[in-house]
């Protein structure tokens, strides 16, 4: 079984819920570990269509002295103190000085921008895109990615390709082709090297891709390289906590995963499931 989930959000960021309330759903749930890693406010110019940088960043000590209250108060399910990075070329002095602020438990990082595209906001671009379109998309997503592991910044590669979300079919297409492989084969070699964890995702459960992050070929390619894994919801909401996590652990099994990773303090701890 699961017991940790190591990726969610609240009400400081797009999120819907408190971190209390996150937490309790935890412990509804039998989780043993709760990881807060909200949203880093992102430099201007890295926009969403509803943007709540304001809104983060105004709450953000708030969210820091809440979670830090629940991890400090010895609750059956531990709640660790993180952020979600995100990694955005040309901005890495903004991003480490983010991510040295304070004394995060995990950081993950995130690849959400291509350019000063944030991806992910909507399907409206991607519905206009050729399978070529696509192609380049992919490419530059993981080029990214690498350099996002490169940067040794983070403890945790969030949803491996999350650049699939409004356009599965066509990510398969182009994830078949050995060059394709190569290059996320260097992204996960980077990681390994880099003593990182690879997050192991639901939150594609609930994208129009309807698959979990990482795909198949991807999973296969972690087992080989005996990569340490970390379980994450993504949860926005309480009820989104610890969600697919029967169907995570099966999926990761599958691939002759056996273990997976709480990160605390930046150290690594193993467990079973
Ligand atoms: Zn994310
Ligand atoms: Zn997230």
């Avoid at 997503?141 to 390709?161: C, K, N, T």
């Avoid at 297409?173 to 390994?192: I, K």
């Avoid at 009820?239 to 652990?249: E, I, M």
């Amino acid at each position: 079984m699961i017991l940790a989930d190591m990726h969610t959000h609240t009400r400081y960021s797009h999120g819907a819920s408190t971190p209390e309330d996150m937490y309790a759903a935890a412990v509804a749930r039998g989780l043993t570990c709760l990881a807060f890693t909200e949203h880093s406010p992102r430099p201007v110019g890295f926009d969403y269509t509803h943007e709540y940088r304001e809104h983060l960043t105004r709450h953000l000590p708030d969210y820091v002295r809440e979670v830090r209250a629940l991890r400090d108060g010895g609750g059956a399910c531990e709640a660790l103190l993180g952020m979600e990075m995100d990694w955005l070329d040309g901005q890495e002095d903004f991003t480490r000085a983010a991510c040295a602020a304070c004394d995060y438990d995990v950081l993950l990082g995130s690849v959400h921008f291509i350019g000063r595209w944030g991806f992910d906001d909507g399907d409206t671009p991607w519905k206009s895109f050729s399978q070529e379109e696509c192609d380049r998309q992919y490419q530059a997503y993981f080029e990214a990615w690498e350099r996002m592991i490169r940067s040794g910044l983070f403890h945790v590669a969030s949803h491996p390709d999350l650049v699939k979300i409004f356009s599965v079919e066509q990510f398969h297409v182009w994830l078949s082709r050995p060059e394709s492989m190569d290059l996320v084969r260097r992204g996960l070699t980077a990681l390994r090297d880099a003593g990182m964890c690879m997050e192991i995702s639901s939150a594609g459960l609930r994208k129009p891709c309807g698959e979990i992050y990482p795909a198949a070929p991807i999973m296969s390619m972690a087992a080989q390289l005996a990569l340490p894994i970390t379980f994450a919801s993504d949860a926005h909401c309480v009820n989104d906590v610890a969600h697919g996590f029967d169907r995570l652990a099966s999926y990761a099994r599958s691939f002759g995963f056996r273990e997976y990773t709480v990160v605390r303090r930046g150290h690594k701890i193993a467990m079973p499931f």
